[in-house]
């Protein structure tokens, strides 16, 4: 029974992060893929060396765009799945829907605000070719970090929420989270390969259209992933949701 | 742990009971290795390491890769 329930919660996560993709596809599509080309743009008039094409920028804009971002869409939402069977009922005294919301925000924070504030996404003809191996490993490294140092301040935040209370012992977990994001930042090497004369409107626009891929993407996940495993997990319509509820007592 | 979990009462009716470990364990194992292995091919294959030869699968996932944030080239 316990065992079919994860599985239904992992089914509905892939197909939530499924729809989630295709949100944030449109988002990468209209508002990213214009600064994409851009950026190409500049690195073709900046280059002389032109290198031959092995899938047409057609096709990179359009299917490779989508594949890419469809099986992230999927893989998260199948981990944030999982973590959310971990996180209900564990995190606090939250209904499933706004267990999954919660999740979602501080999963949006940790996988990938935290790591772009350190290591943004950069555009075509931003980064030397010879440091990727470097710079993958620390875009890898901050996000694992960070998303360790959250699971590590959610658990300080439960431990000490019997002795400081619930509102003190959250503010303690955040504020040691901020601390070892901000020693993290401090260490780790910093990275800035952006050409001389790239135009920083250009940069600047493509890294907004990258953050709000994302936030469409797990701001969709929460709300679509919450309203499935609410359905799954209470089949009644709870009185306080329909329109006729009957006064609560509180 | 146990005092936090679900204690249905007649102000809060809809907490959530929690779901045992052993059941979530095989499912985040295996799952979980899945995912992480499908998230190495849209951010890394043929970047930094290669697990097959050749520039394909980096060239066909190049854009989301720029736009989901993941080193590209």
């Given at each position: 029974m316990n065992s079919a329930t994860v599985r239904n919660l992992l089914v509905r996560g892939m197909l939530a992060g499924l729809a989630a993709g295709v949100l944030a596809l449109v988002v990468a599509y209209f508002l990213g893929e214009p600064n994409v080309d851009s950026a190409i743009g500049f690195e073709d008039a900046h280059s002389h060396e032109h290198e031959m094409e092995v899938v047409s920028r057609s096709l990179q804009s359009t299917a490779g765009l989508a594949t890419g971002v469809l099986v992230y869409g999927v893989a998260f939402g199948g981990i944030a799945a999982l973590a959310f069977c971990f996180a209900l009922g564990r995190v606090g005294r939250f209904s499933p829907r706004a267990t999954a919301l919660l999740l979602s925000g501080c999963a949006l924070l940790a996988v990938y605000v935290v790591p772009f504030l350190k290591y943004p996404a950069n555009p075509p003809s931003?980064?030397?070719?010879?440091t990727i191996g470097k710079r993958t490993t620390l875009y890898f490294l901050m996000m694992v970090l960070s998303v360790l140092l959250a699971v590590g301040a959610t658990i300080l935040g439960k431990r000490l929420s019997p002795s400081l209370g619930t509102w003190y012992a959250t503010v303690v977990a955040v504020a040691a989270f901020a601390v070892a994001i901000g020693l993290a930042y401090a260490f780790l090497p910093v990275i800035n390969e952006v050409?001389?004369?790239?135009?920083a409107t250009l940069l600047w626009r493509f890294r907004l259209s990258a953050l709000a891929m994302q936030i469409v993407l797990w701001g969709g996940f929460g709300l679509v992933f919450g309203e499935l495993a609410q359905r799954l997990l209470n089949p009644k319509p709870a009185a306080a949701t329909s329109g006729r509820a009957v006064p609560a007592a509180h | 742990m146990a005092q936090s979990v679900a204690q249905p009462t007649a102000t809060n009716p809809v907490v959530p009971a929690t779901l045992p470990l052993k059941a979530i364990a095989p499912w985040a194992v295996f799952f979980g290795i899945l995912m992480l292995i499908l998230l190495y091919f849209v951010g890394a294959e043929q970047g930094a390491?290669?697990?097959?030869?050749?520039t394909d699968v980096h060239e066909w996932v190049h854009d989301a890769r720029h736009l989901l944030g993941f080193p590209c080239h």
């Open positions: 931003v980064g030397d070719p010879d050409p001389k004369d790239f135009p | 390491t290669s697990v097959f030869s050749g």
